[in-house]
T-cell receptor
Framework: DQQVKQNSPSLSVQEGRISILNCDYT??????FLWYKKYPAEGPTFLISISSIKDKNEDGRFTVFLNKSAKHLSLHIVPSQPGDSAVYFC????????????FGKGTKLTVNP | EAQVTQNPRYLITVTGKKLTVTCSQN?????MSWYRQDPGLGLRQIYYSMNVEVTDKGDVPEGYKVSRKEKRNFPLILESPSPNQTSLYFC?????????????FGAGTRLSVL
């Protein structure tokens, strides 16, 4: 069963507009969520994260929102830039001793000039 | 520069020929992990290590071995590779400090088994 779901394989937006990437999860034991960005021929790089005790975390152009009741989180990029074009992975970690990250399948974002 | 280094970056091999993909980190991280990425499946954990001489299976460990004799190194061993192990592999490490939930990834190893 897929515990972390990114239902949109791809997203295309215009430069300067907002990009919204969505992620749903099923496991109530997840207490920490991360977004990673991946460029071709490179490894995933950490972008932003949020703890389950918060509903929003902001870092520059990137904001992550968490709706625990809906088991949904989203990543907002404002304004979007062509350099943001990449695959974005949502990941989740359970509370307790396990260090395992569970990843979604990723969403490919294309920002058009 | 803090980094996770994987070698080789690209590898083409034949079925049954043993191979090792090396992973080294210079951040003194206790935790290290191997993932594989396949189209439409995201990243799936193969094995992980909480510290030296402590390893455990992830979600897809079949056909793989690992060892953790030193803190900085975590090699992935394919004793008898098969075509279904053709994939993109990533090594990751994590500290136990303030940013303890963030894993840092290597650049990846693209493996083709013919």
């Amino acid at each position: 069963d897929q515990q972390v779901k990114q239902n949109s394989p791809s997203l295309s937006v215009q430069e300067g507009r907002i990009s919204i990437l969505n992620c749903d999860y099923t496991n109530s034991m997840f207490d920490y969520f991360l977004w990673y960005k991946k460029y071709p021929a490179e490894g995933p790089t950490f972008l932003i994260s949020i703890s389950s005790i918060k509903d929003k975390n902001e870092d520059g152009r990137f904001t992550v929102f968490l709706n625990k009741s809906a088991k949904h989180l989203s990543l907002h990029i404002v304004p979007s830039q062509p350099g943001d074009s990449a695959v974005y992975f949502c990941a989740a970690k359970t509370q307790g001793g396990s260090e395992k990250l569970v990843f979604g399948k990723g969403t490919k974002l294309t920002v058009n000039p | 520069e803090a980094q996770v280094t994987q070698n080789p970056r690209y590898l083409i091999t034949v079925t049954g020929k043993k191979l090792t993909v090396t992973c080294s980190q210079n951040m003194n991280h206790e935790y290290m992990s191997w993932y594989r990425q396949d189209p439409g499946l995201g990243l799936r954990q193969i094995y992980y290590s909480m510290n030296v001489e402590v390893t455990d299976k992830g979600d897809v460990p079949e056909g793989y071995k690992v060892s953790r004799k030193e803190k900085r190194n975590f090699p992935l061993i394919l004793e008898s590779p098969s075509p279904n192990q053709t994939s993109l592999y990533f090594c990751a490490s994590k500290n136990t400090g303030l940013a303890k939930n963030i894993q840092y990834f290597g650049a990846g190893t693209r493996l083709s088994v013919l």
